[in-house]
């Protein structure tokens, strides 16, 4: 009971003073505590909401599990993710935006093949869907990211807005049928939280005049019923990785913001060791070369 309490502190108490305390229950040094429980933070901010005291010690010891192994392969690893797991937690306790989404979906994929962290997360955000070997993962607030997508778009083309029962009814259709969907089209839904505030800062910035061309060459499609925000958010995609993305301040600017945090997350391995290195696909990859 005492030791469970310490584990469970020591995942709350980030970056606090008193590492060394925590850290001689687990043979780690203070900097490989300190990165242990950034982790958790991390985490804890994947499922949305503050984690339980069991669910903490869990994870505690899965991430001083992965620590030593990381670690053991090579030693200066380390000292070389602390800036980076100092930039990703920057971003996590800092207000809600197109950033902190980027760095949400980005986290889900990196935990995929982890059962024990997509149980945690699952337990405060159920999982929808997930395709662990592509590092895809569709939950409760993917589906509220895609009825936002949906919204916009369906503005754009003057259909019917989502109406109550679109999580409902997008659930069961995704549950069902997105593994048949193409590639691109899952990593579409899976990412529409990063995607749609690129998108429509690509539009925001263009012309009445082009605004209204671009809607137009949009086109209809044949995908009704629960397929249409599938689509949807497949447009939306090819919207904010298309050229237009790297038009204007604010395309650019989200791109360069984008880029810089992915840099930092692209080589940290919060649980797995290489879960992101040899990542045969990175759909984030038209905001710079960080594959």
């Known amino acids: 009971m005492v030791r469970a309490h310490m584990m469970a502190w020591a995942v709350m108490a980030l970056l606090a003073p008193g590492l060394g305390a925590a850290a001689q229950q687990t043979g780690l040094s203070p900097q490989q505590e300190q990165l242990v ?54 971003v996590a306790s800092g207000p809600p935006g197109p950033t902190s989404r980027r760095l949400r979906v980005t986290l889900l994929g990196v935990y995929a093949d982890s059962a024990d962290c997509l149980a945690v997360i699952g337990a405060h955000d159920p999982i929808v869907w997930a395709d662990p070997p592509h590092k895809r993962v569709v939950t409760e607030q993917t589906l509220r990211g895609l009825r936002e997508t949906y919204a916009w778009y369906a503005a754009m083309e003057s259909l019917p807005p989502p109406g109550p029962d679109f999580i409902d009814r997008e659930r069961a259709f995704l549950q069902g049928n997105l593994g048949g969907f193409p590639a691109d089209m899952q990593d579409a839904v899976a990412a529409t939280e990063t995607y749609l505030p690129v998108a429509q800062q690509v539009v925001a910035i263009q012309s009445p005049a082009r605004r209204a061309s671009f809607v137009a060459s949009m086109g209809r499609t044949k995908a009704k019923g629960d397929q249409l925000p599938v689509f949807a958010a497949n447009v939306v995609r090819a ?18 913001t984008y880029n810089n945090v992915l840099q930092d997350m692209m080589f940290v391995q919060p649980w797995t060791a290489g879960v992101m290195r040899g990542h045969g696909h990175n759909p984030f990859s038209n905001y710079g070369s960080v594959d």
């Not at 919207?239 to 791109?255: E, F, Y």
């Open 239 to 256: 919207v904010a990785t298309g050229p237009g993305s790297h038009q204007g301040a604010s395309g650019a600017g989200m791109a360069t």
């Open 37 to 90: 429980q950034g982790s958790g933070k991390l985490l804890e901010f994947t499922a949305g909401s503050q984690l339980t005291p069991a669910e903490r010690v869990r994870i505690y010891e899965v991430a001083v599990r992965d620590r030593k192994e990381l670690d053991a392969r090579d030693p200066r690893k380390a000292a070389s993710d602390v800036p980076k797991y100092a930039a990703m937690l920057r």
